[in-house]
């Protein structure tokens, strides 16, 4: 059985359940036909955080500044037995944690 994935669309914001041997199809929305992943960061307002912290099972990054200090949180692990094997071999995966510690050493 094909392990799945709750997913909001980055577009109207429902729920979407994707399989994870298909994430790299460009899923579209079962609601708006949108396609569900944006290709960008999302800025999340205080509106729909909660949806996407505590209902997607997508890892969610979020970042923050206070005066010259800046912070980076990213809700799960890094290594294959939380991230789908399709996250890790995607050829970002090591320029995205590169520049996610980068940004937040200041560099
Ligand atoms: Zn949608």
């Known amino acids: 059985m094909d392990a799945s994935l709750l997913i909001p669309c980055s577009h109207c914001g429902a729920m979407n359940r994707v399989p994870s041997s298909r994430l790299a ?17 999302i800025a999340l307002t205080a509106a729909d955080f909660d949806r996407h ?13 206070f005066g010259k200090g800046r912070t980076v949180a990213w809700t799960s ?5 939380w991230l789908p094997p399709g996250f890790i071999a995607w050829s970002g995966y090591k320029a995205l944690f ?10």
Do not use: Y
């Not at 199809?25 to 960061?41: N, Q, R, S, T, Y």
């Not at 692990?77 to 037995?81: C, K, L, T, W």
């Not at 980068?102 to 560099?107: D, K, L, Q, S």
């Open 25 to 41: 199809e460009a899923p579209v929305c079962g609601l708006c036909h949108e396609p569900v992943f944006a290709g960008k960061p």
């Open 53 to 65: 912290a505590t209902r997607s099972e997508l890892p969610l990054l979020v970042t923050g500044t």
């Open 77 to 81: 692990d890094v290594g294959p037995h």
């Open 98 to 107: 590169e520049q996610m510690i980068g940004w937040a050493a200041g560099e």
